[in-house]
């Protein structure tokens, strides 16, 4: 069975740029969650989608939006970037949210 | 949500038994308690799961004191790939309660040869 796939793998953008990074779940796994890792704060959670419902939220501003699609399909957008905003954004699905987190390998955006 | 705290970082040997101490004092009733394995600029790769007393799969035991305010990780014989940091998590896996699953900074383990 095919894993988490992430799209694009890496990403750099400059100050004021917007950006939509893509994350296909795992077949038949319907909540999709997103985080942060950096080196300084480590991995922060994001955001979770369920049935195209956004069912958790992290303490994050609201230049981080996301979205589900119909077919479990995710996409994160953060407007505006910030240094800051460079980071490994990962994208975890599962089948109910709270069981097995099953991680893709991340997209590495930069931001300059 | 409980926090957890874990040692930032341990050494070991090859083929040497490693056990990490997760704390978690104010683990609430339908908490479960979960650890992930993390490699370098990969995302994290769940390794086991429990709620009390003791739980072993293919790849590591999880022990879990009656009080459930601490568990251990124990990974046996390590291997120099067995180096990478290590989650431990506490959350309450019923699926109405949705992700927010809080990862801490983690415990960097480096196997040595």
């Known amino acids: 069975k095919a894993g988490v796939t992430q799209t694009p793998r890496y990403l750099i953008k400059t100050r004021g740029q917007q950006v939509t990074l893509s994350c296909s779940p795992i077949?038949?796994?319907?909540?999709v969650s997103w985080y942060q890792q950096t080196p300084g704060q480590g991995l922060q959670f994001l955001f979770e989608?369920?049935?195209?419902?956004?069912?958790n939220k992290g303490n994050f501003p609201g230049r981080f939006s996301g979205r589900q699609f119909s077919n479990s399909r995710s996409e994160m957008n953060v407007s505006t970037l910030e240094l800051g905003d460079s980071a490994l954004y990962l994208c975890?699905?599962?089948?109910?949210?709270?069981?097995?987190?099953?991680f893709g390998p991340g997209t590495r955006l930069t931001v300059l | 949500l409980a926090k957890t705290t874990q040692p930032i970082s341990m050494d070991s040997y090859e083929g040497q038994e490693v056990n990490i101490t997760c704390s978690h004092n104010?683990?609430?009733?339908?908490?479960?308690i979960t650890w992930y394995q993390q490699f370098p600029s990969q995302g994290p790769r769940f390794i086991i799961q429990g709620y009390k007393t003791k739980v072993t799969n293919e790849v590591a035991s999880l022990f879990i004191p009656a009080d459930r305010k601490s568990s251990t990780l124990s990974l046996p014989r390590v291997s120099l790939s067995d180096t990478a940091v290590y989650y431990c998590?506490?959350?309450?896996?019923?699926?109405?309660?949705?992700?927010?699953?809080?990862f801490g900074g983690g415990t960097r383990l480096m196997v040595k040869p």
């Open positions: 989608y369920f049935s195209e419902t956004q069912r």
């Open positions: 998590l506490v959350g309450d896996i019923r699926p109405n309660a949705g992700n927010m699953l809080t």
């Open positions: 975890a699905s599962s089948w109910a949210g709270t069981d097995t987190q099953y």
């Open positions: 104010n683990i609430a009733t339908n908490d479960y």
């Open positions: 077949s038949g796994h319907r909540s």
